[in-house]
């Protein structure tokens, strides 16, 4: 498949691996942990619009810490398929116009649910703390004058920038410690 961007399952996206992967067609046997990490590390949060760096992949931490521990696994990988589809972290104004968009990333949420046992219906505190965490982002990564409260089950939380190698190794190991737990339990 050197070199092949194209195929009966549609175009591919090169993986850093070298592997493809088609966002069109997802397989969830073609999707590799430290590919995602390494995506996820590199891609820019709200598209860049922070005061530094910020990664979907350390976004993605964060809400993880903030649910229970039956739905980190589900939290860590709730915007996994950003990283996937090749139209990285849209902004939702702009994503809600688009429904292209969602579906792709409908499909790539499906087989990473299936690849790692995740339930396809995000878990309401999951949702919850996602929307906490973008008011932790916003206190922590803008200068802008309408920042919304933190609540308190939050407020110790920082979101640093951490730098993308940094923010994939941390999202890694993280993945890999939730799926030794579900593995062991």
């Not at 398929?81 to 902004?91: I, T, Y």
Request: charged share 25%.
């Amino acid at each position: 498949m050197t070199g092949l961007m194209n195929s009966d399952r549609g175009p591919s996206i090169r993986m850093p691996s070298s592997a493809h992967f088609f966002p069109f067609d997802p397989n969830p046997d073609e999707i590799d942990a430290v590919d995602l990490a390494h995506i996820l590390g590199q891609t820019r949060r709200w598209n860049g619009a922070c005061k530094r760096f910020y990664s979907v992949a350390e976004h993605s931490k964060l809400v993880a810490f903030a649910v229970a521990p039956e739905h980190r696994l589900q939290a860590l990988l709730h915007d996994a398929p950003e990283a996937l589809s090749g139209f990285g972290d849209v902004p939702t104004p702009i994503k809600r116009k688009m429904p292209q968009v969602a579906e792709i990333e409908d499909k790539i949420w499906k087989a990473i649910c299936d690849k790692w046992g995740v339930a396809y219906e995000m878990h309401s505190s999951v949702k919850a703390a996602d929307r906490m965490i973008l008011a932790v982002e916003i206190r922590d990564l803008t200068d802008w004058d309408d920042k919304p409260h933190v609540f308190a089950q939050v407020s110790q939380l920082r979101a640093e920038g951490l730098t993308p190698s940094i923010a994939a190794r941390d999202f890694l190991c993280d993945l890999n410690a939730e799926l030794e737990i579900r593995e062991a339990g």
